[in-house]
């Protein structure tokens, strides 16, 4: 059979992820599908996940089983999301020996402007999945980027987003290089912990 176009980019060694996970890509089959033909990956959105919930019916049966505030239902449903698809791209991560095969989860705008929350967010999302394949978006401001290095020393991976600039890819960088440094002066696993820069597209950033 011929490759198809996402396998033939994943020979010369380009991985092609996925963005928007929702409920309708899971049940529908269309996310097994996508895997099959050579996507690496799937990105989380929080924007996409709320306008899911309100202009259709894929998570009604959802929200009739969950009960709890506003964020407690919301973190449920993300979660369940989060969980079915990581365990969808889990061949994929165990194929590529932890290069791929990732599911990338945003966490609570709420805490963006503090270490200690993002660390506490991060931690907890860690242990209710307990997926080898969960990657944990953490914002490259000052505030995450002192948060990242603390979750790779703890062994997490991390996909470092709202990088805007060259500088703040380097300062994404070293954060990430010190929190690997800590991990193998503790004895931690640094090959069970990946990495991604998210850099936005000219028009993502605003740009001409």
């Known amino acids: 059979m011929e490759p198809t176009r996402l396998q033939q980019l994943g020979a010369l060694g380009q991985s092609v992820w996925y963005d928007h996970l929702r409920r309708a890509l899971l049940d529908s089959g269309e996310l097994d599908s996508l895997v099959g033909a050579g996507a690496a990956g799937v990105l989380s959105d929080p924007e996409n996940l709320r306008r899911a919930i309100l202009a259709g019916s894929e998570y009604d049966q959802a929200l009739i089983r969950l009960a709890g505030s506003e964020l407690e239902v919301l973190q449920g449903l993300v979660l369940e999301d989060a969980g079915n698809a990581a365990d969808r791209l889990l061949p994929v991560y165990e194929q590529s020996q932890g290069l791929d095969g990732y599911l ?26 307990q997926r080898p394949n969960l990657m944990l978006e953490i914002p490259a401001t000052p505030a995450g980027l002192q948060a990242l290095r603390a979750l790779v020393a703890d062994g997490i991976s991390v996909n470092a987003t709202l990088i805007s600039s060259i500088e703040a890819y380097q300062d994404a960088a070293e954060a990430y290089i010190q929190g690997m440094s800590e991990l193998l002066e503790s004895g931690g696993e640094p090959a069970r912990v990946a990495s991604l820069a998210d850099v936005p597209t000219m028009d993502e950033a605003g740009l001409p």
């Open 104 to 129: 990338s989860l945003w966490l609570s705008p709420e805490v963006a402007e503090n270490t200690q929350a993002i660390v506490a967010e991060a931690s907890r999302l860690t242990q209710s999945l």
